[in-house]
């Protein structure tokens, strides 16, 4: 599975911002896909999750209710819609699947089996 992150970007703070990742492999459709952040100087975080089907989904409580993840099965995408961004949402935004046969929608990043290379946003205030 490869997996390619784009998006990102310079926005104002209250800004709007929509990730986007592209998977690659006809079996998409049955991964958990979830994205990840790493600030500057800091470790990478979770910030949400989705299942195959795209009616589960959890968030991180530093982003709930600005951001929200979907996916398009037919497209092989999943995205990350990003609203009232702030200064602190400043990261390496990146994508990572489970892999096949792996249902549990995990906040841990060492159980995801496949990562995109990472898209900046910053977000100035």
């Known amino acids: 599975v490869q997996l390619q992150a784009s998006g990102g970007g310079l926005v104002q703070a209250g800004g709007s911002l929509r990730l986007s990742c592209a998977a690659s492999?006809?079996?998409?459709?049955?991964?958990?896909m979830g994205w990840f952040r790493q600030a500057p100087g800091k470790e990478r975080e979770f910030v949400a999750v989705i299942n195959w089907s795209g009616d589960t989904t959890y968030y991180a409580d530093s982003v709930k209710g600005r951001f929200t993840i979907s996916r398009d099965n037919a497209k092989n995408t999943v995205y990350l819609q990003m609203n009232s961004l702030k200064a602190e949402d400043t990261a390496v935004y990146y994508c990572a699947s489970r892999g096949g046969g792996r249902t549990y929608l995990s906040r841990f990043q060492h159980e995801y089996l496949y990562w995109g290379q990472g898209t900046l946003v910053t977000v100035s205030s």
């Open positions: 492999g006809r079996t998409f459709s049955t991964y958990v």
